[in-house]
């Protein structure tokens, strides 16, 4: 059942708006939330995927610490204005399964292999000083330099330069 749920709210989450319409974009604050909404297990998964090249008392290496505990206490609050931003995004065909309890793991579980399976176990100790660096800031604010760097990784890459860094559908700044 688990995965025939997957298959559907991915394959809605992806789906175009039927009606032809003005491409539906993300504020900062959607963005920002659906990124706080991935954070805890993007890092639980870079501490697995790293665990051989750091030391044991690096923060992401602990799947249930402090760190763990502030953004996924940040992702519940952030949830309701992520699920939102993806119906917004959304076919409106959607919007029942968003709403079930099976929308936010199956999103996670899309979006996390995505961004850690990019990781080269050579970045490993960059990623651990980043997050250390990153730690004393509360999560939202993590969350909005996660979505201006992935805006500023876009833009170079019109630019000429190869990111990699899947678009993010952002309304233009007012």
């Given at each position: 059942?688990?995965?025939?749920?997957?298959?559907?709210?991915t394959?809605?989450?992806?789906?175009?708006?039927?009606?032809?319409?003005?491409?539906?974009?993300?504020?900062?604050?959607?963005?920002?939330?659906?990124?706080?909404?991935?954070?805890?297990?993007?890092?639980?998964?870079?501490?697995?995927?790293?665990?051989?090249?750091?030391?044991?008392?690096?923060?992401?290496?602990?799947?249930d610490?402090?760190?763990?505990?502030?953004?996924?206490?940040?992702?519940?609050?952030?949830?309701?204005?992520?699920?939102?931003?993806?119906?917004?995004?959304?076919?409106?065909?959607?919007?029942?399964?968003?709403?079930?309890?099976?929308?936010?793991?199956?999103?996670?579980?899309?979006?996390?292999?995505?961004?850690?399976?990019?990781?080269?176990?050579?970045?490993?100790?960059?990623?651990?000083?980043?997050?250390?660096?990153?730690?004393?800031?509360?999560?939202?604010?993590?969350?909005?330099?996660?979505?201006?760097?992935?805006?500023y990784?876009?833009?170079?890459?019109?630019?000429?330069?190869?990111?990699?860094?899947?678009?993010?559908?952002m309304?233009?700044?007012?």
């Amino acid at each position: 059942m688990m995965r025939l749920t997957t298959m559907f709210v991915t394959m809605a989450l992806l789906a175009a708006p039927a009606a032809a319409q003005a491409k539906p974009c993300l504020n900062n604050a959607e963005a920002e939330s659906l990124a706080l909404v991935a954070l805890p297990e993007i890092i639980r998964e870079t501490g697995r995927v790293c665990t051989a090249r750091l030391p044991a008392a690096s923060l992401i290496r602990r799947p249930d610490g402090p760190l763990i505990l502030k953004y996924q206490q940040a992702a519940d609050r952030a949830w309701p204005s992520a699920k939102s931003a993806i119906i917004k995004l959304s076919d409106p065909a959607a919007d029942l399964l968003l709403a079930s309890d099976y929308a936010r793991p199956v999103l996670t579980s899309i979006v996390v292999p995505l961004i850690v399976g990019r990781i080269d176990l050579n970045d490993c100790g960059t990623i651990d000083r980043l997050v250390t660096q990153l730690e004393p800031l509360p999560a939202r604010n993590t969350a909005s330099i996660v979505v201006t760097v992935l805006q500023y990784l876009k833009m170079n890459e019109r630019g000429g330069g190869k990111s990699g860094v899947p678009a993010l559908p952002m309304c233009p700044a007012a």
